[in-house]
């Protein structure tokens, strides 16, 4: 069974950091594309990030130079370190598998039931 | 940045097909997926690669595509099909994730 659970969320000053991780069993982290998705309380889903099998990585504008995606594969892990944070970047942030298409492109097939981040002084 | 542009709500009656539509300028070159959220929790994907159904979702809902248009329809919708949905895409480069805004679907 695929299972991506979310932890390290919680309450954070502006201009602090962060880190989210998100353990995942059921496939290994370092053969699959793995990403962010993030959504702010009452607005739509907004892709953050995504780090692909062969380690490139790629941000979202609002996020790049801020936060940076990394995988532990021993533990089977995905990270999201998160700095100079800001009010706008309270959301739940969701782990995710983003499946490679064809098309030159990737999609989300299995999502964490997400962990929360405020930012708030 | 790349946009997905969607309308923020559509209503329809019971029964009643519902047609939720996607415009973007990379859409001819890349797939568009549909994803289905209810109340907070996480999204589930209804449509892949335009027009596929994933194993599990009612053969009510279809995807279509054309041009810079994707759309997505929900044909007999139920109260049950009451969510946000979200389309998504890539920019042209592929590397890049963009979801639409979201529409609101109201059944009732």
């Known amino acids: 069974e695929v299972q991506l659970v979310e932890t390290g969320g919680g309450l954070i000053q502006p201009g602090e950091s962060l880190r989210l991780s998100c353990a995942v069993s059921?496939?290994?982290?370092?053969?699959?594309?793995m990403s962010w998705v993030r959504q702010a309380p009452g607005k739509g889903l907004e892709w953050v990030s995504v780090?692909?099998?062969?380690?490139?990585?790629f941000y979202a504008d609002s996020v790049k130079g801020r936060f940076t995606i990394s995988r532990d594969n021993y533990t089977n892990t995905l990270y999201l370190q998160m700095n100079t944070l800001r009010a706008e970047d309270t959301a739940v942030y969701y782990c995710?598998?983003?499946?490679?298409?064809?098309?030159?492109?990737?999609?989300?097939?299995?999502w964490g039931q997400g962990t929360l981040v405020a930012v708030s002084s | 940045s790349y946009e997905l542009t969607q309308a923020p709500s559509v209503s329809v009656s019971p029964g009643q097909t519902a047609m939720i539509t996607c415009s973007g300028d990379?859409?001819?070159?890349?797939?568009a997926y549909w994803y289905q959220q209810k109340s907070r929790q996480a999204p589930v994907l209804v449509i892949y690669?335009?027009?596929k159904r994933p194993s599990g979702i009612p053969e009510r809902f279809s995807g279509s595509s054309s041009g810079t248009m994707a759309t997505l329809t929900i044909s007999g919708a139920q109260v049950e099909d009451e969510a946000h949905y979200y389309c998504?895409?890539?920019?042209?480069?592929?590397?890049?994730?963009?979801f639409g805004r979201g529409t609101e679907l109201t059944v009732l």
């Open positions: 995710t598998r983003a499946r490679g298409s064809a098309g030159a492109m990737y999609y989300f097939d299995f």
């Open positions: 059921g496939f290994t982290v370092s053969s699959n594309y």
């Open positions: 780090i692909y099998s062969g380690d490139s990585t």
């Open positions: 990379a859409l001819p070159k890349k797939y």
């Open positions: 690669e335009d027009t």
């Open positions: 998504y895409s890539t920019d042209s480069s592929g590397n890049h994730g963009v």
